[in-house]
Protein backbone atom coordinates (compact mmCIF):
# COMPACT_ATOMS: atom_id res chain seq x y z
CA UNK A 1 0.00 0.00 0.00
CA UNK A 2 1.65 3.18 -0.99
CA UNK A 3 1.51 6.35 1.58
CA UNK A 4 -0.40 9.07 -0.49
CA UNK A 5 -3.04 5.91 -2.13
CA UNK A 6 -6.71 6.36 -1.79
CA UNK A 7 -6.57 3.07 -0.53
CA UNK A 8 -4.51 4.22 2.05
CA UNK A 9 -5.82 6.93 3.19
CA UNK A 10 -8.99 4.90 3.44
CA UNK A 11 -7.89 2.41 5.41
CA UNK A 12 -6.17 5.17 8.06
CA UNK A 13 -9.01 6.63 8.02
CA UNK A 14 -10.77 3.59 9.38
CA UNK A 15 -8.14 2.91 11.59
CA UNK A 16 -8.26 6.57 13.70
CA UNK A 17 -12.00 5.91 13.67
CA UNK A 18 -11.49 2.49 15.18
CA UNK A 19 -8.99 4.20 17.58
CA UNK A 20 -10.73 7.10 18.66
CA UNK A 21 -13.97 5.34 19.02
CA UNK A 22 -12.13 3.02 21.90
CA UNK A 23 -10.45 5.54 23.52
CA UNK A 24 -13.60 6.76 24.35
CA UNK A 25 -15.27 10.34 23.73
CA UNK A 26 -11.93 11.85 24.12
CA UNK A 27 -11.46 13.46 20.75
CA UNK A 28 -14.24 12.94 18.81
CA UNK A 29 -13.04 15.92 17.22
CA UNK A 30 -10.07 13.77 15.33
CA UNK A 31 -12.73 12.06 13.40
CA UNK A 32 -13.40 15.10 12.02
CA UNK A 33 -10.41 15.63 10.68
CA UNK A 34 -9.80 12.67 8.96
CA UNK A 35 -11.23 12.00 5.62
CA UNK A 36 -10.18 11.75 2.11
CA UNK A 37 -8.57 15.24 1.92
CA UNK A 38 -6.05 14.29 5.08
CA UNK A 39 -2.82 13.09 4.23
CA UNK A 40 -2.01 10.01 6.10
CA UNK A 41 0.56 11.73 7.88
CA UNK A 42 -2.04 14.16 9.55
CA UNK A 43 -4.37 11.08 9.85
CA UNK A 44 -1.52 9.85 11.91
CA UNK A 45 -0.55 12.55 14.06
CA UNK A 46 -3.98 13.39 14.57
CA UNK A 47 -4.11 9.65 15.81
CA UNK A 48 -1.62 10.00 18.14
CA UNK A 49 -2.81 13.46 19.64
CA UNK A 50 -5.92 11.44 20.20
CA UNK A 51 -4.04 8.98 22.12
CA UNK A 52 -2.20 11.29 24.23
CA UNK A 53 -5.20 12.77 25.65
CA UNK A 54 -6.68 10.04 26.55
CA UNK A 55 -3.92 8.62 28.43
CA UNK A 56 -3.60 11.97 29.95
CA UNK A 57 -7.27 11.43 31.39
CA UNK A 58 -6.67 7.53 32.79
CA UNK A 59 -5.94 7.93 36.70
CA UNK A 60 -2.52 5.55 37.11
CA UNK A 61 -3.86 5.46 40.87
CA UNK A 62 -6.82 3.23 40.13
CA UNK A 63 -4.57 0.51 38.48
CA UNK A 64 -3.04 -2.44 40.40
CA UNK A 65 1.07 -1.96 40.70
CA UNK A 66 0.74 -5.17 38.48
CA UNK A 67 -0.93 -3.93 35.64
CA UNK A 68 0.34 -0.18 35.79
CA UNK A 69 4.13 -2.19 35.37
CA UNK A 70 3.12 -3.74 32.52
CA UNK A 71 1.53 -1.05 31.04
CA UNK A 72 4.66 1.31 32.02
CA UNK A 73 6.91 -1.25 29.68
CA UNK A 74 4.09 -1.28 27.01
CA UNK A 75 3.97 2.65 27.07
CA UNK A 76 8.29 2.57 26.61
CA UNK A 77 8.06 0.34 23.48
CA UNK A 78 5.51 2.40 22.09
CA UNK A 79 7.79 5.73 23.08
CA UNK A 80 10.64 3.95 21.55
CA UNK A 81 8.83 3.05 18.09
CA UNK A 82 8.12 6.93 17.88
CA UNK A 83 11.74 8.10 18.99
CA UNK A 84 12.77 5.84 15.89
CA UNK A 85 9.93 7.30 13.57
CA UNK A 86 11.10 10.70 14.47
CA UNK A 87 14.79 9.89 13.60
CA UNK A 88 13.12 8.49 10.11
CA UNK A 89 11.13 11.77 9.70
CA UNK A 90 14.03 13.92 10.81
CA UNK A 91 16.19 12.02 7.77
CA UNK A 92 14.18 12.36 5.07
CA UNK A 93 13.38 15.94 6.46
CA UNK A 94 16.90 16.84 6.09
CA UNK A 95 17.07 15.12 2.67
CA UNK A 96 14.28 17.26 1.22
CA UNK A 97 16.22 20.17 2.89
CA UNK A 98 13.10 20.80 5.11
CA UNK A 99 15.36 23.13 7.38
CA UNK A 100 17.11 25.07 4.90
CA UNK A 101 13.13 25.69 3.35
CA UNK A 102 12.38 26.87 7.51
CA UNK A 103 15.34 29.00 6.90
CA UNK A 104 17.66 27.38 9.31
CA UNK A 105 21.63 27.17 8.28
CA UNK A 106 21.32 23.40 9.14
CA UNK A 107 19.33 20.55 10.48
CA UNK A 108 20.60 21.06 14.29
CA UNK A 109 19.72 24.77 14.58
CA UNK A 110 16.54 23.79 13.22
CA UNK A 111 16.41 20.96 15.91
CA UNK A 112 17.37 23.36 18.72
CA UNK A 113 14.79 26.51 17.42
CA UNK A 114 11.76 24.68 16.33
CA UNK A 115 12.03 21.53 18.86
CA UNK A 116 13.66 23.40 21.74
CA UNK A 117 16.31 20.69 22.38
CA UNK A 118 19.97 21.37 23.29
CA UNK A 119 23.11 21.42 20.87
CA UNK A 120 24.15 18.00 22.22
CA UNK A 121 20.69 16.38 21.42
CA UNK A 122 20.59 18.17 18.54
CA UNK A 123 24.06 16.39 17.49
CA UNK A 124 22.97 13.27 18.24
CA UNK A 125 19.67 13.52 16.36
CA UNK A 126 21.68 14.83 13.43
CA UNK A 127 23.94 11.65 13.47
CA UNK A 128 21.01 8.96 13.94
CA UNK A 129 18.85 10.68 11.29
Not at 35 to 46: D, E, I, V
Not at 96 to 103: F, K, R, V, Y
Not at 107 to 118: I, K
Amino acid sequence: MLLGSRDSQESLSSYVRLLVGNCGGVSVRVVSVVGMSTSPLAAATAALRAVREALGQVDPWSAPPVELGEQIGALQVEIDVLAGTACRWTGVFAEQDGPADAGAGSLATWLRRELRVTGHDARRRVRTS
